[in-house]
């Protein structure tokens, strides 16, 4: 029972880590953004434009609200004993607002206070734990300042490190599998994270993920489902714990309200 409490307080710091939010991208000029914040960075790179016609793929710059029902499961195995499975169901609201210095997009759940991240035309990327940021990039997924067109490739690395808190450091792959009127974007890569906390507990996890998104004209998601494979390694309270888990999380698009 005790290696499980120490699993569990390590999945929770790895979902949770600190609230400082990872800042968007170095804005263009006409492109509206919020404030840098320092201990984090991140610099997208075109390695392939994709095929013709290509166009500059933007995220809106509107106030909205979208509303996603999130579906999570997940099981794995802690020093040979099975974790799991488990599965959550929740709702998340993703609200898109203009707080004057910039856009900022806050998610929320029924249960938690909002998380705000800046926001721009090119994505967001979002601060917490490994597992908290790993399934926000689903949301805006950062793009490319170039025009692309359909098998478009991209890559990016994304530090963050919130005062506090767990650095997670992802390193990322995309490609434009589809446009038009339903763009889709894959994204997937490694991912790594560790964490020291008082009293006498450490985490080091790492991992490997995918995700898909699908999102609609206007460049709201329809429909995310994002796979991990996170390996964690904790020491804590005279034990050591290897566990090696998965977990899949479908988002799909509701109306505002729907139960």
């Not at 201990?39 to 996603?68: F, H, I, K, N, Q």
């Not at 800046?118 to 793009?143: I, K, Q, W, Y």
């Not at 025009?147 to 434009?176: D, H, M, N, Q």
């Not at 507990?201 to 796979?227: N, Q």
């Amino acid at each position: 029972m005790r290696t499980l409490s120490i699993v569990g307080l390590a999945l929770g710091l790895l979902a949770c880590g600190a609230s400082t939010p990872a800042p968007a991208p170095p804005p263009s000029p006409a492109s509206p953004a919020g404030p840098a914040e320092p201990g984090s960075d991140w610099l997208v790179t075109l390695d392939d434009p994709g095929a013709e016609p290509r166009a500059a793929v933007r995220y809106p710059m509107t106030e909205a609200v979208r509303e996603l029902r999130n579906t999570t499961s997940m099981s794995g195995e802690a020093d040979g004993e099975p974790i799991g499975p488990m599965e959550i169901v929740d709702l998340v609201r993703a609200r898109r607002v203009n707080q004057g210095v910039g856009w900022v997009m806050q998610l929320e759940t029924e249960e938690d206070a909002p998380d705000a991240s800046p926001l721009e035309p090119r994505g967001l990327a979002l601060g917490g734990g490994m597992l908290a940021s790993l399934g926000s990039l689903g949301f805006a997924v950062p793009v490319p300042d170039e025009p692309v067109g359909v098998g478009a490739r991209w890559s990016f690395e994304l530090k963050i490190r919130p005062e506090g808190g767990a650095e997670v450091v992802y390193a990322v792959r995309a490609t434009l599998l589809e446009a038009g009127a339903r763009p889709r974007v894959r994204a997937e890569g490694t991912v790594r994270s560790i964490v020291s906390r008082d009293p006498g507990i450490s985490v080091e996890g790492e991992g490997t993920f995918a995700i898909d998104v699908t999102y609609d004209e206007g460049m709201e998601v329809v429909h995310a489902l994002s796979r991990a494979r996170i390996r964690l390694h904790v020491e804590g309270d005279g034990e050591v714990v290897d566990t090696d888990f998965t977990t899949e999380t479908t988002s799909e698009a509701v109306e505002p309200g729907a139960p």
